[in-house]
Nanobody, 125 residues
């Protein structure tokens, strides 16, 4: 079964940067919208950012606008989330999912692959 694969997390301090990477094991991301989601302890998983199939449209939740940037490299079949000026409230496990752009933005399945293990981002004050 196809599964998403996230990487690039780590433990950083306030104001630092990280770049997360998203791939799909057993599937190509080509032709699909991709979204980054995060889940903090005791909270639901929510959308953070999304990019359309062509990369021509992007979506960001208000709390990350101006700090995070989503992009895709179709040659590498990878989607990135550049996170700058990180804050303690960004601490969470970050996941990615792929499907139709509208569904991804809405956080609605079906997605093309099952959720991965996620990548932990911890931001200390």
């Amino acid at each position: 079964q196809a599964q998403m694969v996230e990487s690039g997390g780590g433990s950083v301090q306030t104001g630092d940067s990280l770049r997360l990477s998203c791939e799909a094991s057993g599937r190509t991301l080509s032709g699909f919208g991709v979204g980054w989601f995060r889940q903090a302890p005791g909270k639901e998983r929510t959308i953070v950012a999304a990019i359309s199939e062509t990369g021509g449209e992007t979506y960001y939740v208000d709390s990350v606008k101006g700090r995070f940037a989503i992009s895709r490299d179709n040659a590498k079949d990878t989607v990135y989330l550049q996170m700058n000026n990180l804050k303690p409230e960004d601490t969470a496990i970050y996941y990615c999912a792929a499907g139709s752009y509208v569904n991804v933005v809405a956080g609605s399945e079906p997605y093309i692959a099952s959720w991965g293990q996620g990548t932990q981002v911890t931001v200390s004050a």
